[in-house]
């Protein structure tokens, strides 16, 4: 297949484009073909409550798993990125004295539950300080020392899209002893992962941005090490190893990151963030990742053309998706009314910057009209 008939058959699954120029995958994504086909089937199995729980939960993980390069007995699915972080969070055997390592950057899913530990469990969170929103490993290295127990870190950061390295953070992490949590949200869909080559130890991630599923329901990936670590907080009747013996009230917690789960699992949500998940597995998660980075690349062109700051790192191995800027004059938020005016959907973040998020299914045609709405005058 052509890289333009892959690229026609990607964008001919959101019929949402014919209505807008959609530029915020890092926001809430567009609802594609295959998510509404799911929904559409939840809606005809649930007239008569005839669908099989561990058949879409097994399929779902299993999808889920290939996305991120896990396996299935090590994920389970959670409400969004701030209830997995909370999960090792409350299941964390914390000691007064314990060290987490952020940073000020952080969006507030992983940013503020860690600041809570702070008045419960007399641990310290000490906070690495970011330059225009970007912070380097050696600034996170530093930081730390002999208690710190965690380094928590996105994958991308969701303001200037800095991409951060991972593998080499993983690395470190391993040699001193720290479990790494990384909120994936902003890459996982965009760019390729592998989170035992990254060495990560709990991965969180809702699904609603560049994964291209509903909000609601996100996935979350925890190491060997992290499932030995992190204990739940309660059990819940779904987290044991045979939930649907109702009579057995002596039952041990699931072998598998299963015990993390509570009660009845979102079966709607599962199912259409399911059919995301096959959708992009299906398109190639790699060619993803190039057409999304020639994409970023041609924003951050534009952008540079016109003399605006750019946030965004410009090497693309230092981004995903996100390109990020703040035009030379005007009102960044009067040009973002304009933008909604004119039907071009993406964000103002930072209360001055303009951020551009384009997914695969997007093209320099969309970005173009974007910037033309910038230029004109108000």
């Given at each position: 297949?052509?890289?333009?008939a ?73 409400r969004n ?55 380097t490993?050696e ?42 949590v ?31 599923g509903?909000?609601g ?7 060997e ?19 649907f ?10 072998p ?46 534009e ?10 790192p ?6 995903a998706?996100i ?14 009314k ?41």
């Open positions: 297949m052509s890289e333009q892959w690229y026609e058959q990607f964008r001919a699954m959101f019929k949402g484009l014919n209505q807008c120029v959609f530029l915020n995958s890092a926001g809430v994504a567009m609802v594609s073909g295959p998510v509404r086909e799911a929904v559409k089937e939840w809606a005809d199995l649930g007239q008569c409550v005839t669908y099989d729980y561990n058949a879409i939960i097994a399929g779902a993980k299993k999808n889920a798993a290939a996305i991120v390069g896990g396996t299935p007995e090590q994920i389970f699915f959670s990125t701030t209830h997995g972080i909370q999960t090792f969070i409350l299941g964390y055997p914390w000691q007064k004295g314990d060290g987490v390592v952020i940073a000020d950057c952080e969006f507030p899913a992983n940013r503020l539950p860690w600041l809570s530990l702070r008045d419960k469990n007399g641990v310290e969170v000490k906070i690495v300080k970011s330059q225009k929103y970007k912070v490993l600034d996170y290295y530093r930081t730390c020392d002999k208690y710190t127990k965690v380094i928590a870190i996105s994958w991308v950061q969701y303001l200037s899209g800095q991409k951060a390295a991972i593998s080499e953070l993983g690395r470190f992490c391993r040699e001193n002893d720290i479990l790494l990384v909120d994936g949200i902003q890459g996982i869909g965009a760019a390729a992962m592998d989170v035992q080559e990254m060495q990560i130890d709990w991965l969180s991630a809702d699904g609603h941005k560049w994964m291209c509903p909000e329901v996100g996935l979350v990936w925890a190491s090490r992290a499932l030995q670590i992190v204990q739940p907080a309660c059990k819940g009747w779904f987290g044991v190893i045979n939930p013996d109702f009579e057995d009230f002596n039952q041990d917690y699931a598998t990151a299963d015990k993390y789960l509570d009660g009845s699992p979102m079966v709607l949500g599962i199912m259409a963030f399911n059919a995301a998940l096959d959708m992009l597995l299906s398109f190639g998660i790699e060619a993803i990742e190039r057409r999304v980075l020639e994409l970023s690349s041609y924003t951050i062109n952008a540079e053309k016109r003399g605006f700051e750019v946030l965004t410009s090497d693309p191995k230092d981004r998706g390109a990020t800027f703040k035009p030379s004059s005007g009102n960044p938020a009067l040009i973002m304009n933008l909604l005016d004119n039907n071009i959907v993406c964000s103002l973040r930072g209360g001055q910057y303009l951020r551009i998020s384009a997914h695969a299914f997007n093209n320099h045609e969309d970005i173009d009209r974007a910037f033309y709405v910038i230029d004109k005058p108000i």
